[in-house]
């Protein structure tokens, strides 16, 4: 929806959700000052179905849609960690048990 006197649109559910197929997932891929302090043009695009547009927000839209950008890269943050202990965690053992084994020796470190 827009809003009539300042042509800023209005998104219902958010900047993050795409409005073709609902992914979570919309990104910002350029932004700037757009007329006085408390609007932005925003570039935005969907990676799942190629969606893309630009619009101008009010701040609060954009405050929304940081807060969720910030959220959805804690979310990654927490991902990647845990995938990083278990691969640390699985080189370990495999080299503990080859170690147990004898498939090491010191001529592997030459």
Known sequence: MRHA?????KTALG???????S??????TCWE??????HWRL?????????????VHG?????????ELDDGTRKLTDVLKTLE???MQYVADTFAAAL??????????R
């Open 5 to 9: 006197s300042t042509g800023q649109t």
């Open 15 to 21: 900047l993050h959700v795409c409005p073709r197929c």
């Open 23 to 28: 992914s979570p997932l919309v990104q910002p």
């Open 33 to 38: 000052q757009a007329g006085d302090r408390g």
């Open 43 to 55: 570039w935005r695009r969907c990676p799942e179905c190629e969606w893309h547009r630009d619009e």
């Open 59 to 67: 701040e609060a839209e954009i405050d929304a849609f940081d807060e």
């Open 85 to 87: 202990h278990e691969n």
């Open 100 to 109: 147990d084994a004898d498939l090491i020796t010191a001529d592997d470190f």
